[in-house]
């Protein structure tokens, strides 16, 4: 199935959508995770894992190029056929769903271990899927739209996280590389990670009006999310020593937590009520490509039933499993090698599939 021009999107769209795919809850323990082994220079990490998620957006656009206006489920269609389609569509559908819930659940967590410790996972997860819903269904045209309104709005955040920099330390960064390049190495993994969400593009990129700017708008994309994610670690490495980061499971909370105003109470209350905006555009660009998948997978026009389908099945599991911190630690451990593969093997391997069948062609041709 073709995107028509009622779908279409702009570039900003574009740019709002693929970075609100990669911003989720992980913002608030990113620091922590790769102070674990980078320590101080756990910024280094990010930047390194920044040029390689490029590299793979890279790769999926060569790939994305070759079929300009066909979603993934069609592009799998015409790489292996109709039925071996469908199969190989079939990962891409639970890897899109799981993420989708990971990002809800850990939103619902964070809401109830700070703030609404009483209340019931299920109803903060309700409350999630009626305007996901309304968003979901209404394709992706609505949902850049939103992204690209939250981008907007939400663009003062950052700057709220200057108001405790005087009383932080700029020698906690230094000395810069002191145990080497190994540990920051090492971290680059926890990071990229961080940066799930650039395999959105499968779906993002059929819809893009202006497709000769892909390239410029996805590594813009994927540079804000890295500034982003650079100066929320290095405002917390300013303020945290490392021997109590490390014990700290999510700085970016606790340094919320410090800014205070004569005339605000719990600011920290007001900023993550509104953050929850940003990562909701995570979640459900993740829904709108498990529903659209869906569909396509019973051979409907139409994703709205495959959303409700979607939703409801977030909620019974909630409902059945009320998770925990550790198990969605455990979970999200699990999805990371799913994660890289569906980064940078998966897209290679496609587009190797593509060259070597266009090979084939033109041999049978000539």
Avoid at 81 to 110: D, E, H, Q, T
Avoid at 178 to 197: I, N, Y
Wanted: with cysteine.
């Amino acid at each position: 199935m073709k995107v028509t021009r009622l779908n279409e999107i702009t570039l900003i769209q574009y740019i709002a959508i693929v970075h609100g795919a990669q911003v989720g809850t992980g913002i608030f323990s990113l620091p922590k995770d790769i102070a674990l082994n980078a320590g101080a220079d756990g910024w280094i990490s990010i930047l390194i894992a920044w040029a390689v998620i490029t590299l793979a957006g890279c790769v999926m656009l060569l790939l994305l190029r070759k079929f300009p206006d066909d979603p993934l489920p069609s592009l799998l269609g015409k790489i292996f056929g109709r039925r071996l389609g469908k199969l190989a569509l079939l990962p891409f559908i639970v890897y899109f769903g799981c993420f989708g819930w990971i990002v809800m659940v850990n939103s619902m967590l964070y809401i109830k271990a700070w703030f609404l410790p009483k209340t019931s996972g299920f109803l903060i997860i309700l409350l999630f899927a009626v305007p996901t819903f309304m968003l979901v269904r209404n394709g992706m045209r609505v949902i850049g739209r939103y992204a690209e309104f939250i981008l907007y709005a939400m663009a003062w955040m950052p700057v709220f996280l200057l108001f405790p920099l005087s009383d932080g330390h700029w020698t906690n960064l230094l000395p810069i590389l002191k145990d080497g390049w190994t540990p920051v190495l090492g971290s680059v993994r926890e990071t990229l990670f961080a940066f799930t969400g650039m395999e959105i593009l499968f779906f993002v990129y059929p819809h893009l009006k202006r497709k000769q700017y892909a390239f410029h708008g996805m590594v813009i994309a994927n540079t804000l999310t890295m500034l982003l994610y650079t100066f929320v670690t290095i405002l917390c490495y300013i303020q945290f020593p490392q021997d109590e980061i490390i014990q700290i499971n999510q700085p970016l909370m606790h340094l919320l937590k410090i800014i205070e105003f004569r005339f605000l109470e719990r600011f920290d209350m007001i900023f993550f009520a509104l953050y929850l905006f940003v990562v909701s555009r995570s979640w459900s660009v993740y829904g709108f490509a498990t529903a659209y998948s869906l569909g396509r997978l019973f051979n409907r026009e139409n994703h709205t039933g495959m959303t409700v389908v979607y939703l409801l099945a977030i909620l019974v599991i909630v409902f059945v499993s009320q998770p925990t911190w550790n198990q969605s630690v455990r979970f999200g451990d699990g999805m990371t090698i799913f994660n890289e593969w569906m980064l940078f093997v998966v897209p290679v391997v496609l587009l190797a599939l593509v060259q070597i069948k266009a090979l084939f062609g033109r041999r049978a041709q000539g």
